[in-house]
Nanobody, 128 residues
Framework: QLQLVESGGGLVQPGGSLRLSCAASGFTLDNYHIGWFRQAPGKEREGVSCFSRSGGRTNSANSVKGRFTISRDNAKNTMYLQMNSLKPEDTAVYYC?????????????????????WGQGTQVTVAS
């Protein structure tokens, strides 16, 4: 059974940091593009950051560039999202996701519709 399980969400003060983890089971993340998404109440799900299988290139939303970093540990079959300098507007449910690579030179996309596998989500709340 293919599964993604997030952890690491919680309540943090503005300016603080959190690291989200997403453990994969039933498949090997190394064969997939991976991404993090978020959805705030009343808003559509948006792409935060993704990590391409090819060359380890990343792509991030402008709103998080310089603050959030996506990474993966193939040995642990786990992806991460390091979030620094958090703002109240970062409050949302965060989801990890993955989709199989098409070719070794393809780059990841931040469109949710491209992703086949999703975690259950973890709440991140930024408030004082």
């Amino acid at each position: 059974q293919l599964q993604l399980v997030e952890s690491g969400g919680g309540l943090v003060q503005p300016g603080g940091s959190l690291r989200l983890s997403c453990a994969a089971s039933g498949f090997t993340l190394d064969n997939y593009h991976i991404g993090w998404f978020r959805q705030a109440p009343g808003k559509e799900r948006e792409g935060v950051s993704c990590f391409s299988r090819s060359g380890g290139r990343t792509n991030s939303a402008n709103s998080v560039k310089g603050r959030f970093t996506i990474s993966r540990d193939n040995a642990k079959n786990t992806m991460y999202l390091q979030m620094n300098s958090l703002k109240p507007e970062d409050t949302a449910v965060y989801y990890c996701a993955a989709y199989p690579i098409i070719s070794l030179v393809s780059l990841c996309e931040l469109s949710p519709s491209r992703y086949n596998y999703w975690g259950q989500g973890t709440q991140v709340t930024v408030a004082s």
